[in-house]
């Protein structure tokens, strides 16, 4: 750091080298105080124009830098660990290579932790305007009433940081305190993906608070094809059997799809020879789609676009894809759930 004022927070930011990383950093730098703080952005650049454009970034202000650096597991989680330590501020802020920062960002986060007791805190994922319509809609259904609980770390709104439970952190916006985070030893690599939430549960079971800070979002550029989608959404129900495999306190309500999923085999597969069965089936499926109809109209209602009646198949799309991770996860435990390293998602 060229200045001899403490720094109160060091940012890092995991790559897989996509451009939209220097969008990420030039929101960050329209932050009030952004100079005092540390900025290392971790991973290899394979783009050229992209390393020359992060490299011009770095020459013109030494509060970032880049660490080129690649691992062949836990990817992520190691690129965080290490940028981690090649800095000393109190706070530790953890952000995905592809957000938008508002310049509000950094005051209200920094704000959080003149509590002592807070040791972890979190802000919203919020949707881009300037985004494709699959996209849109990817990011509005993790938000819609759907998501369950989940939707509440997409959502704004709200006056003041509030007390949450280990799950209602995001990874791609989240904050540490610098002490804590060493006492757990960083993320683990061997639990990625979904490091960010074995952390955040075992920094709860130390008796620190956790706040959820509705004025700090980050806007997050959702998948952009159903493929990237279904992906994702099928490693969020991996991710959640493997932490109830790993010791974490099991939430039933994230289980629900994987119920559902069970359900429609069971009776599907029962209705051949059974008519109880198939009224059963073709009740349950009315009833769902009543629901999931009544969810798309709330958000219709809100954006007031018409083609946000899309969701009323993304929303099924999203639970079929979260159910088939929990069963996959359940009887092919441990698969590979990584990106392919090099290789920006879609």
Known sequence: MSSSVPSPLAIVIPTMGRSILLRTLDSLLLNPGI?????????????QEVAQALARKVTAHPFIR?????????DASLKRNTGAAETCAPILAFLDDDVHVPPTWLDAMCRCFDDPSVALVSGPSLVPDDIPPLARLAGMALSSRAAG????????????????????????????????????????????????????????????QLLFNPKAP????????????????????????????????????????????????????????????WRLLV?????????????????????????????????????????????????RPDKDLSDQLGKPTD
Request: neutral net charge; contains cysteine.
């Open 149 to 208: 609980d989940v939707s509440l770390r997409y959502l704004g709104g709200g006056d003041e940081p509030r007390a949450i439970k280990w799950s209602g952190i995001i990874g791609c916006n989240m904050l540490f305190r610098r002490c804590v985070f060493e006492q757990l030893g960083g993320f683990d690599p061997e639990f990625y993906p979904g490091e960010e939430m074995k952390a955040s549960y075992l920094t709860s079971r130390m008796g620190y």
């Open 66 to 74: 880049h660490l080129s650096i690649r691992y062949e597991k836990g």
């Open 283 to 331: 009740l349950e499926l009315a009833l769902y789609a009543m629901v999931i109809v009544w969810f798309t109209l709330e958000v219709v209602r809100q954006t007031r676009r018409a083609i946000d009646l899309l969701l009323v198949f993304m929303q099924p799309f999203m639970h079929l894809s979260y159910g088939v991770g929990i069963w996959t996860e359940l009887f």
């Open 218 to 277: 980050v806007y997050h550029y959702p998948k952009q094809t159903f493929r990237g989608f279904w992906r994702q959404i099928y490693r969020y129900g991996a991710t959640r059997i493997r932490l109830i495999r790993a010791g974490v306190e099991v939430e039933w309500g994230p289980l629900v799809p994987g119920v559902w999923l069970l359900s429609l085999v069971v009776l599907g597969a029962a209705s051949v020879v059974s008519d109880w069965a």
């Open 35 to 47: 100079e005092r703080c540390e900025i290392v952005v971790v991973g290899v650049i394979p783009d």
